[in-house]
């Protein structure tokens, strides 16, 4: 073999060399983009990305990278500014709203106490329930508002059997006035989660509520030894698409008009929260509401 074979080795070897570092060098900065990219995404950090290669093309990408974060990042701020101020002013109007809500209560009564006509007494009395479902909106907006205010819940064993006995007992009433018999399943084994009793009640009481609003008279629960609850129950005039927004804040349909639509939008954040679940189907006049909270290893 000639020199000059020996110099076009000595080129391709060197070729390849160069072209393996520039790969090398093209996956490294590649990797850096992937890792610091989600690492922005996760924590609210001003740092933009940085990256050890000088490739152009690698930097211009990460220049336009930094670009749209910092739009992002002007985009979310403006957000939870937003989000916040909405959140005051509705814990702001909830305050508000109880002081002359307690004045008409107290005028009330004390108009109840004088000698009325049967038709002036009916009044009062229509005026009463009115304001009694005012302030029941009232609390419920208020106590949305502090739902989506806290994040952080404390977390302790809980049986998610005795919880939801518990909250199906409270509404004994309401369930007998709408002469709804429930049929409710419950394993033989313990079904204990790391949760917040506290909100796995509201949880339960808010699909109880909407249980008794929406039933067309019989209501069946289930409990799952994998940690699943599902309430469901037959309705008439609701459709899927009606159903595909029952966890909307603020949603109503017609056959819930003494009613804000905060309680299944306070049962998703309380789920959601935790670590579970929740959604809603139709099936032949038929809606399902399912919680699941699976088990953390």
Not at 196 to 203: D, F, M, S, T, V
Not at 254 to 263: F, I, N, W
Not at 278 to 292: D, G, T
Request: aromatic share 6%; glycine share 6%; net charge negative.
């Amino acid at each position: 073999m000639g020199s000059w074979c020996w110099v076009l080795v000595a080129i391709l070897a060197a070729a390849v060399i160069v072209l393996a570092l520039k790969v090398h060098s093209l996956q490294k900065g590649a990797d850096e983009i992937a890792a610091a990219f989600a690492q922005r995404l996760e924590k609210d950090t001003n740092t933009l990305i940085d990256l050890s290669t000088r490739d152009k093309h690698l930097r211009k990408l990460a220049a336009d990278i930094n670009v749209q974060l910092r739009k992002l990042r002007v985009q979310s701020l403006r957000y939870y500014e937003g989000d916040q101020e909405l959140k005051n002013a509705v814990t702001n109007i909830s305050h508000d709203l109880r002081t002359p809500l307690t004045a008409i209560f107290g005028y009330l009564d004390l108009l109840e106490q004088e000698n009325l006509t049967p038709e002036v007494r009916r009044y009062a009395e229509i005026i009463r329930d009115r304001a009694q479902l005012l302030t029941q909106l009232t609390e419920e907006l208020f106590r949305y508002s502090i739902v989506i205010s806290v994040e952080d819940t404390e977390l302790e064993t809980v049986n998610l059997g005795d919880v939801l006995e518990e909250s199906i007992a409270a509404f004994y009433t309401e369930l007998r006035e709408k002469q709804i018999e429930p049929v409710i399943h419950l394993p033989e084994t313990k079904v204990t989660r790391n949760l917040n009793r506290g909100a796995l009640g509201r949880i339960f009481s808010n699909l109880l509520n909407n249980a008794v609003k929406y039933s067309a008279g019989d209501l069946e629960i289930a409990l799952t030894e994998t940690g699943e609850i599902t309430f469901a129950n037959s309705v008439t005039g609701l459709d899927e698409m009606q159903v595909g927004r029952l966890f909307d804040r603020f949603y109503t349909v017609e056959a819930a008009r003494k009613s804000t639509g905060l309680g299944l939008a306070i049962a998703k954040t309380l789920v959601e929260q935790m670590g579970g679940s929740i959604s809603a189907v139709l099936e032949n006049e038929r809606l399902q509401i399912r919680v699941v909270f699976p088990e953390k290893s």
